[in-house]
């Protein structure tokens, strides 16, 4: 009897975790898209004029073989967002932690392939998370205001943290990749958001990496 009396109130506990962990998760995932969702724009005449664009870093191959979409897509946002005007300079930041995998470098010979110029773009090499690409824009690189370059699911992290850190941040969707295609990155999301409040306001993350000061100076 004493066992089972234990193990009923291991479940009791557990189960009772178990929903105080999805009612977190539930109530930030509603409030990082409330509180940001007039800073996500769908169309280019809605978007401001902004010296530089942030472009979200993302593999440009899939592990199961193929282009990624998410990549490809990514950067048709970007190059359309400069040839139009409305951004003047690009940052490429992501993932290069290892020799095989450099997400900035893709990014660029993707861009370079389609009209943007050498000198209207600038790598960040260190930009290991979403966290990451964001602050350094401003520690790095100097910028206060800028447009993110990403999908509209993963634009209202970017912008939250953008928030933290007094960016003033606009984010331009780029074209979604379908359901199909994009379930498990969507459902990763969910709990990545959940993280980035805890990283902002608990935790205090920092990025990985800084580094000395690269700013970025564009003429009116």
Same mark, same amino acid.
């Given at each position: 009897?004493?066992?089972?009396?234990?193990?009923?109130?291991?479940?009791?506990?557990?189960?009772?975790?178990?929903?105080?962990?999805?009612?977190?998760?539930?109530?930030?995932?509603?409030? +990082?898209?409330?509180?940001?969702?007039?800073?996500?724009?769908?169309?280019?005449?809605?978007?401001? #004029?902004?010296? /530089?664009?942030?472009?979200?870093?993302?593999?440009?191959?899939?592990?199961?073989?193929?282009?990624?979409?998410?990549?490809?897509?990514?950067?048709?946002?970007?190059?359309?967002?400069?040839?139009?005007?409305?951004?003047?300079?690009?940052?490429?930041?992501?993932? #290069?932690?290892?020799?095989?995998? #450099?997400?900035?470098?893709?990014?660029?010979?993707?861009?370079?392939?389609?009209? /943007?110029?050498?000198?209207?773009?600038?790598?960040?090499?260190?930009?290991? &998370?979403?966290?990451?690409?964001?602050?350094?824009?401003?520690?790095?690189?100097?910028?206060?205001?800028? +447009?993110?370059?990403?999908?509209?699911?993963?634009?209202?992290?970017?912008?939250?943290?953008?928030?933290?850190?007094?960016?003033?941040?606009?984010?331009?969707?780029?074209?979604? +990749?379908?359901?199909?295609?994009?379930?498990?990155? &969507?459902?990763?999301?969910?709990?990545?958001?959940?993280?980035?409040?805890?990283?902002?306001?608990?935790?205090?993350?920092?990025?990985?990496?800084?580094?000395? &000061?690269?700013?970025?100076?564009?003429?009116?």
């Amino acid at each position: 009897m004493k066992l089972n009396s234990v193990i009923k109130k291991a479940f009791k506990i557990s189960l009772w975790a178990l929903l105080v962990s999805l009612f977190v998760i539930l109530i930030t995932n509603l409030m +990082v898209v409330w509180v940001n969702k007039q800073e996500l724009v769908f169309s280019k005449k809605d978007l401001s #004029n902004t010296k /530089v664009g942030l472009v979200l870093g993302t593999s440009k191959f899939l592990t199961k073989g193929g282009e990624n979409p998410f990549f490809n897509k990514r950067i048709n946002a970007a190059a359309d967002l400069y040839h139009s005007g409305k951004v003047k300079h690009l940052i490429v930041s992501g993932d #290069n932690k290892y020799q095989s995998y #450099n997400e900035p470098r893709y990014m660029y010979q993707a861009l370079i392939e389609k009209g /943007v110029p050498h000198e209207a773009i600038t790598f960040d090499f260190a930009g290991f &998370r979403t966290l990451d690409s964001v602050v350094r824009a401003k520690k790095i690189f100097g910028q206060d205001s800028i +447009v993110v370059i990403t999908q509209e699911f993963h634009a209202y992290r970017a912008l939250q943290i953008s928030k933290k850190y007094n960016i003033k941040a606009q984010a331009f969707a780029a074209e979604e +990749v379908p359901l199909k295609e994009s379930f498990f990155v &969507r459902s990763r999301e969910v709990l990545a958001r959940t993280a980035m409040y805890a990283d902002l306001y608990i935790l205090n993350t920092q990025p990985e990496y800084l580094g000395e &000061r690269q700013p970025i100076n564009i003429g009116k």
